[in-house]
């Protein structure tokens, strides 16, 4: 079965590196992406990976993936209050084939950024 | 280039009516996805089109209905509202070659509110 799991709330002060979690059940997902989400606004793509690679940085932002544990993070290094939002994770499993792009979503993490 | 452009962006609606709402994908995008956002929660799957075909549909029922048009625009209608159609609707679009490359861009929503 589909389901991305992330913890609700995490505060990290300025500066600091900030570490979102995120898990999922379907071992046979292809791509796995970063969604940021601003109040009132759609959402962002930060970036995303695909399943045969474990890391991929791009400047601030790097996600970690472990296969065998279903276990994808994203770190975003020198937090900023701009940084402030929710991140949502999302996989898309195996099971869509060719052009389907359905996405299964997490329920989000609201990460706040102190001074 | 404009990104992925929803219309309209605020609108509310009494129980029992319809509603349209309108999405222009990203040019050169054939792909169009719909997804529905509940206060709170992640988005979730509405449907998929591709080559104004539908190609996925989620759990909704049949009150929910879509169309892609040839210039891959695209309106997703909702039939004989309930208080619980209040959401955001995003929709998606990519270029649909499969999934190489299959990177799935939203636009800001359409914010609904059933009254």
């Known amino acids: 079965g589909e389901d991305v799991e992330q913890s609700l709330f995490l505060s990290v002060r300025e500066g600091d590196s900030s570490v979102i979690n995120c898990t999922y059940t379907d071992s046979s997902s292809t791509y796995l992406y970063w969604y940021k989400q601003e109040p009132g606004a759609g959402l962002q793509l930060l970036t995303y990976i695909f399943s045969n690679m474990d890391m991929k940085q791009d400047q601030r932002l790097t996600v970690l993936l472990n296969k065998k544990d279903k276990h994808l993070s994203l770190r975003i290094a020198d937090t900023q209050t701009g940084d402030s939002a929710i991140y949502f994770c999302a996989e898309i499993p195996d099971t869509n084939t060719g052009t389907a792009s359905k996405l299964t979503f997490g329920t989000g993490t609201r990460l706040q950024v102190t001074l | 280039d404009a990104g992925v452009t929803q219309s309209p962006t605020h609108l509310i609606k009494t129980r029992g009516q319809q509603v349209t709402l309108r999405c222009s994908p990203i040019s050169g995008h054939k792909s169009v996805s719909w997804y529905q956002q509940v206060l709170g929660q992640g988005p979730q799957f509405i449907f998929q089109?591709?080559?104004?075909?539908?190609?996925g549909r989620g759990n909704f029922p049949d009150r929910f209905s879509a169309r892609q048009f040839p210039n891959y625009s695209s309106e997703l209608n909702v039939n004989a509202l309930l208080l619980g159609d209040s959401a955001l609707y995003l929709c998606?679009?990519?270029?649909?070659?499969?999934?190489?490359?299959?990177?799935?861009?939203f636009g800001e929503g359409s914010w609904l509110t059933v009254v």
């Open positions: 089109y591709y080559e104004k075909e539908e190609r």
């Open positions: 998606a679009s990519s270029l649909g070659q499969g999934l190489v490359g299959n990177t799935i861009y």
